[in-house]
């Protein structure tokens, strides 16, 4: 299990998202990163995708849908659930404080 978040620097947000895809996160329920976590955005549910980028600390992320992936130990538990923040943008399930040990949005396609 990879633990991802200690010592990571921030990276800058492109924004080069599609305007369908900000539109979908704009009205998804907001959830907020583990406090003290830095977290790493991936391309797909596990830490072997592409980083894409790092949230700040404090960071709060939407969740458009969600899907099962790599297993991961976390602040919040340990969970393969991977939350969908964006168009190919992935965050363990494990750092988001949803309130819940299942799922919160519909699966991912």
């Keep these: 299990m990879a633990v991802e978040n200690a010592g990571i620097t921030d990276i800058a947000d492109t ?3 599609g305007s369908t895809t900000e539109a979908v996160a704009a009205t998804a329920t907001r959830y907020p990163v583990a406090p003290g976590v830095r977290l790493k955005v991936r ?8 980083l894409v980028r790092t949230l700040p600390l404090g960071a709060s ?3 458009t849908c ?3 992936g790599e297993w991961v130990a976390g602040t919040y ?3 393969n659930i991977w939350d969908n923040i964006g168009s190919g943008q ?5 750092y988001v404080k949803t309130g819940s040990d299942g799922y919160v949005a519909g699966r991912c396609s």
């Design 66 to 68: 969600q899907k099962p």
């Design 15 to 17: 924004g080069d998202a």
């Design 61 to 63: 992320v939407p969740i």
């Design 43 to 50: 391309s797909g549910p596990g830490t072997q995708y592409q």
């Design 77 to 79: 538990g340990t969970t």
């Design 90 to 94: 992935y965050v363990s399930d494990s």
